[in-house]
């Protein structure tokens, strides 16, 4: 009986140490979504620190997260807001995101950005986009939801609930910022929002080539059907919005889909690439795009915002919260490290001129 015992505590220490092990390997090949390395993997997982009550959820890609600013919803009409964004999200993954927030809280209104349709995004779709989506998401139906409707015909279920099967060959291109970040992260975004400064205007920017065919797929409008039912059964207004990236390019044949369906499912639509909005909002692709016309700096994402918050409070029913002494408690400290970060990013960008 005493040796049974003695085999099974042999067994189950050897079990402990094989997992441990693995584990702790597995953290150190998987890759550094960090201040020092791409970023924008690291935006999924931040939303779970945050104290979930959020009036607005934003959902999408490089275009949300890099071109409104939730400090700014908050500083000029108390609204609670958090973008759910990733690297090239594709329609699929917001839906299960927007999902996998309905675990923690019901917002208001969501928000989702409509160049996910483009038809050309799945045919183009990557790997490495998936994993930015998908790895910081934490075990739920939806996350297995999002590995299904995601993976590329090369790609294996298991290698995204073991990722040491993906990332076992990394060896060789281990640096000290996978020691540095192996137990610890830093926050890097200000509620989904990546801060860039710096301006380089839209010049000279090419319309696009025409396309055999503009319509969605069946893929894309299967999951904003989905999207739209999930928000109706939740009590949640969506809100449509084409952000005002002037690339990739938006055809006019993808905006009257995407206006037709919001007209037939009652939704809002609100494209920022019209020119009587982009008058409103005061964007000038001179000044307001650090990348000629991709993404918006700073101060357009702060214009951006601007808009917004008026339309939201006026439009869909939000109110100030500024007065809840917890919230604005909590978004003070928020607020504190948006300056701080937008400060030092200022000066290392007018260091970086002066240098060259």
């Not at 990722?163 to 890097?188: A, C, G, N, Q």
């Amino acid at each position: 009986m005493k040796a049974a015992a003695k085999k099974w505590i042999k067994f189950i220490a050897s079990a402990v140490i094989v997992v441990v092990t693995l584990s702790l390997l597995q953290m150190l090949l998987m890759p550094k979504y960090s201040v020092d390395g791409p970023v924008e993997g690291a935006f999924v997982a931040e939303y779970y620190g945050e104290v979930k009550d959020h009036d607005v959820i934003f959902v999408g890609d490089c275009e949300v997260y890099e071109n409104f600013s939730p400090i700014v919803l908050w500083r000029d009409y108390g609204i609670n807001s958090y973008i759910r964004g990733s690297a090239d999200q594709y329609i699929y993954q917001s839906y299960y995101l927007l999902e996998d927030t309905l675990r923690y809280e019901t917002p208001k209104v969501v928000v989702f950005n409509v160049q996910a349709l483009d038809p050309k995004r799945e045919a183009e779709a990557k790997e490495a986009y998936n994993r930015m989506s998908i790895d910081g998401m934490k075990w739920s139906p939806a996350k297995i939801g999002a590995i299904n409707s995601s993976m590329l015909e090369d790609e294996q279920f298991l290698d995204y609930v073991f990722p040491i099967l993906r990332y076992h060959s990394r060896w060789s291109e281990l640096d000290k910022t996978d020691f540095e970040y192996m137990f610890k992260s830093e926050k890097v975004s200000h509620n989904g929002y990546l801060m860039k400064v710096g301006v380089k205007p839209a010049e000279n920017v090419p319309e696009g080539k025409p396309l055999h065919d503009y319509k969605f797929t069946e893929k894309a409008r299967k999951h904003l059907d989905m999207m739209v039912e999930l928000c109706e059964k939740n009590g949640i207004k969506l809100l449509l919005i084409k952000a005002p990236s002037l690339y990739p390019y938006w055809y006019p044949e993808y905006d009257q889909q995407v206006a037709q369906y919001a007209k037939e499912h009652n939704l809002t639509y609100i494209n920022f690439l019209d020119e009587t909005i982009q008058a409103e909002t005061g964007i000038d692709y001179t000044k307001d795009t650090y990348d000629a016309g991709l993404h918006m700096n700073v101060e357009g994402a702060e214009k951006l915002s601007e808009w917004l918050g008026k339309y939201l409070t006026e439009n869909m029913g939000l109110t100030d919260r500024r007065g809840e002494a917890e919230l604005a408690a909590c978004w003070e400290d928020k607020i504190a490290f948006y300056e701080a970060d937008k400060k030092a990013k200022y000066e290392e960008y007018e260091k970086n001129i002066e240098a060259n």
